[in-house]
């Protein structure tokens, strides 16, 4: 979702709930998921054929054309595109090269409208969950790409906090889940950020003096707080959780942590992969307003592993210390790289409506950076799979 005007914001959600789920929306042939200038990429649908090898080079071309695209058209920071992939891409530089800097760009002009909002109004709607995705796309540029904290991830951060619920969360719409659902969801992204960006930490930390520092301090003890205290929405919101605690000490307890490794795995298909749509009864999707639509879905459409699971449930995995030898994540990977399609994408079917099926993105993202995390990765130009990251 992006950032315009409240009374776009406001028609949109209006138009997205009106939705059926007796006649559930076609996916239009005819027209692009991303389209910009010399970018098209067509409809994603699960009749795309299957490549007949992988292509680390294709699911590149799939998340950099996209997330440029979506940002050229829409002059906007979506969580579901190129929101996600400042959120993933940097960790993949030492592979893959640096990231696209007109996505940064993007970033810094989104930035600079919502710094001029008043409070009441950076509050409202999504902006909070925008504000999240700004401040971690910016860290992880910084801890990745450029090796220091930048004065704009700074301001970045400081305005994530301005954004802030009394609560400690960080509000958004309910509407589209799994990302643009939860006020839970944009918490993990929000604490992952402080956690990430370089130096920042230690900065606020030693600013005794600093009025505007105590009250960042004040809102990453309320954000702990919530984290450690609030029960997730769902498993979806479990497995964000141990992520996060892979990277915020005092999250989750060792047993905690283990009975939630446990939990993913459990999730876990005959074929391999993981299924979006298990990690939560339909109810517990955002505001449910999605229940009556999923519910009405076939048994193999609720159950088939998707490329969004399958990819962060390894991120998570290896990221809480499971090998990548572990035959579990062996036969993950084997899945991953027997379903990317001919466009360089992974299928996965929305949650929210079949026009558009924007979750293909991080179902896409998540199974590059997934691979990365296991070795697996050996794209033209660089040397053969790692055996340290395979540890």
């Not at 997205?16 to 910009?36: L, R, W």
């Not at 009749?47 to 906007?76: H, M, Q």
């Not at 450029?146 to 719409?173: C, H, I, K, V, Y």
């Amino acid at each position: 979702m992006f950032v315009r005007s409240l009374s776009w914001v406001t028609l949109f959600i209006l138009l997205a709930t009106s939705i059926s789920a007796a006649e559930p929306e076609k996916t239009n042939p005819a027209k692009p998921q991303y389209v910009h200038e010399d970018v098209h990429i067509g409809p994603a649908s699960a009749d795309e054929p299957i490549r007949a090898e992988f292509s680390a080079a294709a699911a590149l071309d799939y998340v950099t054309d996209g997330a440029v695209a979506w940002g050229k058209a829409n002059s906007c920071v979506s969580c579901h595109t190129n929101g996600s992939y400042l959120r993933m891409r940097p960790a993949l530089t030492p592979l893959l090269g640096a990231p696209s800097g007109e996505v940064r760009e993007l970033f810094l002009a989104e930035m600079d409208k919502l710094v001029k909002l008043k409070e009441k109004q950076l509050k409202k709607n999504i902006r909070p969950t925008i504000t999240a995705y700004l401040a971690a796309g910016l860290a992880e540029w910084d801890r990745h790409v450029a090796g220091q904290l930048s004065p704009e991830t700074d301001a970045a951060l400081r305005l994530m906090f301005a954004a802030q619920a009394d609560d400690g969360s960080w509000s958004n719409e309910d509407c589209w889940p799994p990302i643009e659902s939860s006020a839970y969801h944009a918490a993990t992204v929000a604490a992952m950020a402080t956690a990430t960006a370089p130096g920042w930490l230690e900065q606020v930390s030693a600013a005794t003096d600093d009025t505007d520092s105590e009250a960042v301090r004040e809102g990453i003890a309320r954000m702990k707080s919530f984290l450690r205290d609030t029960e997730p929405p769902h498993d979806y919101g479990r497995l964000l959780l141990l992520w996060t605690s892979t990277r915020v000490d005092g999250l989750l307890a060792d047993e905690a942590a283990a009975e939630t490794r446990a939990m993913i795995f459990s999730h876990q298909n005959d074929d391999g992969g993981w299924s979006l749509r298990s990690f939560a009864t339909p109810e517990t999707w955002g505001s449910g307003n999605r229940a009556e639509r999923l519910k009405a879905e076939d048994d193999a459409t609720r159950t088939a592993s998707d490329g969004h699971m399958t990819g962060l449930a390894v991120i998570v995995l290896r990221a809480a210390g499971v090998s990548a030898d572990d035959e579990r994540i062996e036969r993950a990977v084997t899945w991953l790289k027997s379903n990317q399609r001919e466009s360089g994408r992974w299928w996965t079917r929305s949650l929210s409506s079949d026009r558009y099926h924007y979750i293909t993105y991080t179902g896409s993202m998540y199974p590059l950076a997934a691979l990365a995390a296991c070795g697996e990765l050996s794209p033209p130009g660089v040397a053969g799979n790692s055996t340290e990251a395979r540890r």
